[in-house]
């Protein structure tokens, strides 16, 4: 998926709006098969959930508290899904 085809989602009180009628806290995108990246101070850095991904590996955590926004790669409506429902 091309960085266009992700979704930029602003970080307001410590939530995302994760679908229409939904907010998550911003600490769940971690364990989110969604979240991609997050942006903090200016840079984009890797979710900590590709962690278990073969090919990306990450093992850098992220400060929550300074992240301004989340790259999602849910574009079928889906919200939150667990990592753990992956690696269970």
Known sequence: ???????VLPVLDEK??????????V???RFCIHARE???QG???KSPSLAY???????EEVNLKNVDAVKCADRQ????HS?????G
């Open 27 to 29: 600490d769940h995108c």
């Open 77 to 80: 409506g889906e919200g939150f």
């Open 38 to 40: 997050f942006l903090v």
């Open 43 to 45: 840079r984009f850095v």
């Open 1 to 7: 998926m091309s960085d266009d085809k992700y979704r």
């Open 16 to 25: 995302v709006q994760c679908l229409s009628d939904k907010k998550e806290p």
């Open 83 to 87: 990592i753990a429902n992956i690696i």
């Open 53 to 59: 991904c073969l090919q990306c590996r990450v093992t």
